[in-house]
């Protein structure tokens, strides 16, 4: 099914089409095929509320009753036109596609896919008129390019159904939700992606919030703590609280200051608590770039510390009234 939704705000109009899409030939079902599925291949997924306000009653009927299909797309449709009230949200053409035995993780399983085409690109035609050629401007969709999508699967309907979303167009702050909280009211999967990037945010929160200088933590310290903390995770299948605190934080003091944290940490952001599971190394990747190892001076120096942060000191020389770096080592290259 295709639809037009535009900016509910900004007074355009919302257009539905009478009848489901028939595909004139199969070239044209292989491009969109493309356009559709290609750029999900992340494996962070998430659930479908299930509100009055979403959409899960109306993809359920889908999946219990295909022949509700089209109709069901055009509440869908007028659900995202609600949403569709910020200024900068754009109009744009609304699919609905039902798929037959995909694979999600190794199930195999129908997904109802919904996507939305935003954004315009100016492409070129020659046309060839007897001896003579001529070129042309069009404006059109890149089939490389979906601006908007999610993949319902179906499967874990008790949980509100397995979803894959992607938004390319979420950099604005202000309507980076719209697409994923607003309309399709999602929340995050408690699977080993979930797990990982909570623990590895909690983890960056404690050495930024509270291994401080103010609290008397030298900054090299700091960074070993956070370097360590991340780097835990690499080519680690599982994950361990025990394990955990024994490699990172052997202290007894830091270790207590980091369980305080992080019982505060989950009970602030509503999270599951948890303290074994599965390790997402697609989550560690996303949080490599958390990783420092660049204490930077003025714009004069950069130390970079690997590791071994007890080699450094950090001083003040009253004489000069400027801080100063000691560094211990053994052998200079």
């Given at each position: 099914?295709?639809?037009?939704?535009?900016?509910?705000?900004?007074?355009?109009?919302?257009?539905?089409?009478?009848?489901?899409?028939?595909?004139?030939?199969?070239?044209?079902?292989?491009?969109?095929?493309?356009?559709?599925?290609?750029?999900?291949?992340?494996?962070?997924?998430?659930?479908?509320?299930?509100?009055?306000?979403?959409?899960?009653?109306?993809?359920?009927?889908?999946?219990?009753?295909?022949?509700?299909?089209?109709?069901?797309?055009?509440?869908?449709?007028?659900?995202?036109?609600?949403?569709?009230?910020?200024?900068?949200?754009?109009?744009?053409?609304?699919?609905?596609?039902?798929?037959?035995?995909?694979?999600?993780?190794?199930?195999?399983?129908?997904?109802?896919?919904?996507?939305?085409?935003?954004?315009?690109?100016?492409?070129?035609?020659?046309?060839?008129?007897?001896?003579?050629?001529?070129?042309?401007?069009?404006?059109?969709?890149?089939?490389?390019?979906?601006?908007?999508?999610?993949?319902?699967?179906?499967?874990?309907?008790?949980?509100?159904?397995?979803?894959?979303?992607?938004?390319?167009?979420?950099?604005?702050?202000?309507?980076?939700?719209?697409?994923?909280?607003?309309?399709?009211h999602l929340v995050p999967r408690e699977d080993a992606f979930y797990h990982t990037q909570?623990?590895?945010?909690?983890?960056?929160?404690?050495?930024?919030?509270?291994?401080?200088?103010?609290?008397?933590?030298?900054?090299?310290?700091?960074?070993?703590?956070?370097?360590?903390?991340?780097?835990?995770?690499?080519?680690?299948?599982?994950?361990?609280?025990?394990?955990?605190?024994?490699?990172?934080?052997?202290?007894?003091?830091?270790?207590?200051?980091?369980?305080?944290?992080?019982?505060?940490?989950?009970?602030?952001?509503?999270?599951?608590?948890?303290?074994?599971?599965?390790?997402?190394?697609?989550?560690?990747?996303?949080?490599?770039?958390?990783?420092?190892?660049?204490?930077?001076?003025?714009?004069?120096?950069?130390?970079?510390?690997?590791?071994?942060?007890?080699?450094?000191?950090?001083?003040?020389?009253?004489?000069?009234?400027?801080?100063?770096?000691?560094?211990?080592?053994?052998?200079?290259?």
């Amino acid at each position: 099914s295709v639809h037009y939704v535009g900016n509910n705000g900004n007074g355009e109009e919302i257009k539905l089409s009478k009848k489901p899409f028939k595909f004139k030939d199969e070239t044209l079902k292989d491009l969109l095929m493309h356009y559709f599925l290609t750029p999900f291949k992340s494996d962070v997924y998430f659930h479908l509320k299930k509100t009055s306000k979403g959409i899960f009653k109306l993809i359920d009927e889908i999946f219990k009753d295909r022949s509700v299909m089209h109709d069901n797309s055009k509440d869908i449709a007028k659900h995202l036109f609600d949403q569709s009230v910020h200024p900068k949200v754009k109009g744009g053409e609304f699919y609905m596609a039902y798929f037959s035995e995909m694979t999600v993780d190794g199930e195999l399983c129908d997904a109802i896919g919904i996507f939305k085409s935003e954004n315009r690109e100016t492409f070129l035609r020659v046309l060839e008129e007897g001896s003579e050629f001529d070129i042309e401007s069009e404006k059109g969709i890149n089939i490389n390019k979906l601006d908007k999508g999610a993949l319902i699967f179906q499967t874990e309907k008790d949980k509100g159904y397995k979803v894959s979303m992607i938004d390319f167009n979420a950099k604005s702050p202000e309507v980076a939700l719209y697409w994923q909280e607003d309309f399709l009211h999602l929340v995050p999967r408690e699977d080993a992606f979930y797990h990982t990037q909570n623990f590895i945010e909690a983890a960056k929160g404690f050495c930024e919030e509270v291994l401080t200088e103010e609290n008397n933590v030298p900054k090299a310290q700091q960074m070993a703590m956070l370097n360590k903390s991340v780097s835990f995770f690499k080519d680690r299948d599982h994950f361990s609280m025990n394990d955990f605190k024994k490699e990172v934080m052997p202290q007894a003091s830091v270790q207590k200051e980091f369980k305080e944290y992080h019982q505060n940490y989950i009970e602030e952001n509503n999270l599951t608590a948890i303290e074994d599971f599965d390790v997402s190394q697609t989550a560690f990747k996303k949080n490599q770039k958390y990783l420092r190892s660049v204490i930077k001076l003025d714009k004069n120096f950069h130390i970079y510390v690997h590791s071994k942060h007890e080699f450094i000191e950090k001083g003040f020389d009253e004489e000069r009234g400027m801080k100063f770096y000691k560094v211990y080592f053994e052998n200079e290259e």
